[in-house]
């Protein structure tokens, strides 16, 4: 084998978004998910003869705020397509989408990494279109049988299509990209997202630009499915750009020589496997659908969309750090968390008027807490009012850090006040003679623990704090710390 | 004179003056279809018992002084094309044999909101695919007035249905001329509307953007009423026209003042027969003497008009009859059989070694969608999926189905620039009368000229009428055609009634034995 040549990763992703309309895009039936099979359909998703589709105007205006929050253009004029292919789950033969004359093209999403593996950069968008969801098909391989179950609950649910550009240099950034369009679409509230239920659905598209000694070559464009999660898509790249690599340096094919290839991601055993492409799946025989008129679309309408959309995830990061001068980790972190810790942090804030101890408590403690218990926000037991009247506890001193940590698990359990619970755990301020006096007691019984802190060894305080606190475990560390040391100082 | 013989608008006169009731009425165009369509075929269903109860519903409401629709107890056929909510409806093809839709056609449904008596199902050429009713899989129509020849089609069953006097209404469907043509060769009058004045939901799509249904009757003033009750906006239905509908029925008999007609010289040229181009002018005559300025104009482009149509309509046939797979509903094949075919042809093929063949072999999904299809559609509905299927193929798309677009469009502008100029194009319906059943089925090209009036209107999106003007020596029935700007069918309907005042081609009958 010869040695090793650089080569650079060049990555495309296609993300299929069900938007959250309550019913489907072209009748009237409800988009809910989990219900027991064909119960959600009707002669239109059914595609019975003669039914004809209806636009839902909400889905196109769903499918107008995510263009917009994506920075893409939306032309005044957009048409409906068919796309004709022949499959079980799909009953008209052909699916309603958007072929030449998509709804939005030509937008940016902004990517970085606080931990700083990759450059920020904007990864361009090549359009977004939308378009009717399929049906589901359930193989059912049992007892020697191939029968295939069909559930057209799905059929006709709206979907939009997300089209990077191949902007992305790394399985990290295409991470990135996939999380921050997620974020955003959870911030417009546009789609839920669940990767497991399907709402969200993730293709890839790789190859590689290789140096060699006669130029640059491009590998043959591998497209990846079969990804059920962002961790998934990541360990896909991971493994599809070397195994390029060395199948190019087997076989010497180049793009434009070799077609384009659909291989599938084996979750179980990590590895991409070439995917059979469905029977005549090359040829759509895209058309317009004469059964739908184009839609038209105002500068207004547009203008209005705009208008109405609330602050998104990278405006609400340098926000929160220039307000409340806060890390970009802490503003990533908090952000990331969706708009309710958002709004959680910021309550917060408002209340104890210091960002840096509110976005500590909010990450360490309150996130920690969401990922242990599987919850959301919403159902968090401490509300903003408790915790911030725990931490004002802690600016006064009237408790130190580590017993507040007690306090605050104590809280998630009952709904006693802070004032209660410090009571119930016996914690109060102890005031300065008594520190002062338990001080002189220590050191009084501990004259090698003087004789070491005279000597500078600062660090021997350490185990009168530590006897100080068996005595009374309201003592504020740090006052007891700092009284011994003037005390010593003054000997 | 019988019931029969009378005209929709004067049975409802009889109507509501309470001398007859809608269930006579009724059975004496069950009892004609008892005895005439054994010989015409026009009727693939009749629904003998519903339509009774329907129509002694009117009676009884129109007795208790209750309101009753605009058709008020008079019979109406219907298409077997359009669904009929609980009723089988086929396309005349053995693919939906047993199709019983769960909903009605908006246009059927607003025929019995008007009290149209629904009498049955009308034969047609399957899936409307063909001008003769020949290409229909489950019964032959003939002409009832020489029952050797077809009646034309592809609503054929819907014209024969009228001139044999078993139905004073009918509905037809026209995506190139098929309520038109068969209008002509029966001797009936039939309207094509304005591409969206009539709702299509649940009207069986085989070329959407050229489907359109429109009335058929004896005369002008029966379609009037029958247009009336079906046009509309249909919020069900994204391409029909959001304009208001007129009171066809009101406005029908008011003669047009200084009507201005033109000639396309197009129409008048070679194919034309020359007994239909002696008729067409002695009826454009008739026009002159009620007034009206006769002037040649052109269009220029329907010389492609054919071309175009056989593009567009059957691209999008071909995806319209995707959906009859044998995976939801409609005709499938025998698995059992299928299956043990495939396994017969696996092994074969292993045993002879035959790499390739075995790479080939279809699964048994695709061999269930391919034989499926090869059982339940007919010889014309496959050729022009074929034929659609190839035209929106890459690498023929922009050659074929982008340039009939275009095409389209300058055919469009040709009726713009002629409207200029006239009120009304006239001209012959067909280039000849009712040819005999099976002259032309080994020659789909010929079949396929017998458009050629008659397609230009559907790619233009406008609308059409043929009314009976005359006979051939051979006493078979010919047609005029009326064309107007797009939403004018007041004006079609008009012209169509004048002449008719002044001539009594529509009330003639053929005598079946
Ligand atoms: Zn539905």
New interface residues.
């Given amino acids: 084998m010869s040695e090793s040549l650089p080569y650079k990763i060049v990555i495309g992703l296609e993300v299929h978004v069900q938007l959250a309309t309550k019913t489907k895009l072209f009748c009237r039936c409800s988009t809910e998910y989990g219900n027991a099979p064909n119960t959600q359909t009707c002669?239109v998703c059914?595609?019975?003869?003669?039914?004809?589709?209806?636009?839902n105007r909400e889905a196109f205006q769903l499918g107008m705020r995510t263009a917009c929050a994506l920075d893409l253009q939306i032309p005044l004029f957009t048409k409906w397509d068919?796309k004709?292919y022949?499959y079980?789950d799909l009953?008209?033969?052909?699916q309603i989408s958007q072929f030449d004359l998509p709804m939005s093209e030509k937008g940016t999403l902004y990517i970085s990494d606080p931990k700083g593996r990759f450059e920020p950069k904007d990864v361009g968008i090549i359009r977004a279109h939308l378009e009717e969801d399929a049906g589901k098909s359930m193989h059912d391989e049992a007892n020697g049988k191939?029968d295939?179950r069909?559930d057209l609950n799905r059929c006709g649910t709206p979907l939009l299509e997300i089209v990077s550009e191949p902007d992305m240099s790394s399985p990290e950034e295409a991470k990135a990209y996939l999380e921050e369009l997620k974020l955003i679409l959870s911030y417009l509230g546009v789609s839920d997202c669940n990767m497991q239920e399907g709402s969200l659905r993730v293709d890839a598209n790789i190859n590689l630009h290789i140096e060699t000694k006669n130029g640059k070559i491009a590998t043959p464009i591998v497209e990846i499915k079969n990804m059920n999660s962002f961790r998934a898509v990541e360990r896909a790249l991971h493994y599809e750009a070397p195994r390029q690599y060395d199948i190019w340096q087997e076989t010497g094919g180049v793009i434009g020589e070799i077609s384009k290839e659909t291989r599938g991601w084996d979750d179980s055993a990590q590895v991409t496997r070439a995917q059979r492409e469905k029977?005549d799946m090359?040829?759509y025989?895209?058309?317009p659908e004469?059964?739908?008129?184009p839609v038209t679309v105002t500068e207004a309408q547009i203008a209005e969309v705009k208008a109405s959309l609330s602050e998104l995830p990278q405006q609400i990061r340098k926000r929160l750090q220039a307000d409340y001068k806060i890390s970009e980790y802490d503003a990533e972190v908090i952000v990331n968390q969706g708009q309710a810790t958002v709004d959680y942090y910021e309550a917060l804030v408002s209340k104890v008027n210091d960002g840096k101890l509110a976005a500590n408590w909010i990450t360490q403690g309150v996130l920690r807490i969401l990922k242990e218990q599987q919850i959301e926000i919403d159902a968090f037991p401490i509300t903003t009012d408790r915790l911030a009247d725990l931490l004002s506890a802690v600016q006064n001193k009237e408790i130190d850090t580590t017993r507040a940590k007690d306090v605050f698990e104590k809280l998630l359990e009952s709904e006693t006040s802070v004032a209660d619970m410090m009571k119930e755990m016996g914690i109060e301020k102890v005031d300065d003679s008594a520190i002062d006096s338990l001080c002189r007691e220590l050191l009084e019984a501990n004259p090698k623990v003087v004789a070491d802190l005279k000597a500078g060894k600062q660090q021997a305080v350490g185990s009168l704090i530590g006897q100080a606190k068996k005595k009374n475990p309201n003592i504020d560390p740090g006052s007891f710390r700092k009284l011994c040391l003037e005390i010593v100082q003054s000997m | 004179m019988s019931l029969i013989q009378l005209t929709a608008t004067d049975l409802l006169k009889k109507l509501s003056a309470g001398e007859v009731t809608s269930v006579e009425v009724t059975q004496a165009f069950l009892d004609q279809i008892e005895s005439a369509d054994k010989q015409v075929g026009a009727f693939l269903s009749v629904t003998k018992d519903s339509a009774l109860e329907q129509a002694a519903d009117v009676d009884s409401r129109r007795k208790a002084g209750k309101p009753v629709g605009l058709l008020g107890g008079v019979p109406v056929a219907i298409k077997d094309l359009?669904?009929t909510k609980g009723q089988v409806?086929t396309?005349a093809s053995k693919m939906?044999e047993n199709?019983i839709?769960?909903?009605d056609?908006t246009v059927v449904r607003k025929i019995r909101e008007a009290d149209g008596v629904l009498i049955g199902k009308t034969n047609m050429d399957e899936f409307a695919m063909g001008g003769s009713t020949e290409n229909s899989a489950l019964g032959k129509t003939s002409n009832p007035w020489n029952l050797d020849c077809v009646p034309g089609g592809s609503s054929g069953g819907a014209a024969a249905c009228v001139a044999a006097s078993m139905a004073p209404l009918s509905i037809g469907t026209d995506t190139g001329g098929s309520i038109r043509q068969p209008a002509g060769f029966c001797g009936v009058t039939g309207l094509k509307p304005t591409y969206g004045r009539v709702s299509?939901?649940?009207?069986?799509?085989f070329?959407?953007?050229l489907d359109q249904i429109g009335p058929m009757a004896r005369t002008a003033e029966d379609a009037a009423l029958l247009l009336e009750a079906i046009s509309g906006h249909d919020?069900?239905?994204?391409?029909s026209a959001n304009v208001a509908s007129p009171q066809f029925s009101q406005t029908v008999g008011k003669p047009l003042e200084g009507l201005r007609i033109g000639l396309v010289k197009e129409h008048f040229g070679d194919g034309l027969d020359s007994e239909v181009e002696a008729t067409v002018r002695e009826a454009v005559k008739v026009y002159q003497s009620l007034g009206a300025t006769i002037s040649d104009v052109s269009l220029p482009h329907n010389k492609y008009a054919i071309a175009t149509y056989y593009i567009i309509a059957p691209?999008?046939a071909?995806?319209n009859?995707?959906?009859y797979?044998g995976?939801?509903?409609g005709h499938r094949c025998d698995e059992k059989q299928m299956i043990e075919q495939l396994a017969a042809e696996k092994k074969a093929f292993e045993e002879s070694g035959d790499e390739e063949g075995l790479r080939n072999m279809d699964?048994?999904?695709?061999r269930m969608?391919r034989q499926s299809r090869a059982e339940g559609l007919g010889p014309e509905v496959k050729r022009r999926i074929m034929l659609g299927?190839y035209t929106?193929?890459?690498g023929y798309?922009d050659a074929y189905?982008l340039k009939a677009l275009k095409v389209r469009r300058l055919i469009r502008q040709d009726y713009d620039t002629a409207f200029k100029e006239v009120d009304l194009i006239v001209g012959p319906t067909t280039p000849s009368t009712a040819f005999k059943t099976g002259a032309k089925t080994d020659d789909p090209l010929s079949m396929y000229l017998e458009d050629l009036y008659t397609v230009s209107a559907n790619l233009a999106g406008v609308g059409g009428i043929s009314i009976p003007c005359g006979f051939s020596t051979t006493g078979m029935p010919i047609g005029l055609q009326l064309q107007a700007p797009p939403l004018a069918e007041e004006k079609l309907l008009q012209a169509s009634h004048m002449f008719q005042q002044a001539t009594d081609w529509h009330t003639r009958r053929p005598e079946l034995s």
Avoid: Q, W
């Fill in positions: 002669p059914l595609a019975m003869p003669g039914a004809m589709p209806v636009m068919r004709n022949y079980p009953p008209k033969g052909y191939a295939s069909i029977e090359s040829d025989r895209y058309f004469p059964d739908l008129a | 359009l669904c409806t396309c939906l199709f839709p769960p909903y056609a299509r939901f649940g009207l069986i799509a070329a959407s953007s919020p069900m239905d994204s391409t691209s999008e071909s995806s009859l995707a959906r797979d995976v939801h509903y699964t048994s999904l695709v969608y299927t929106l193929s890459a798309y189905y």
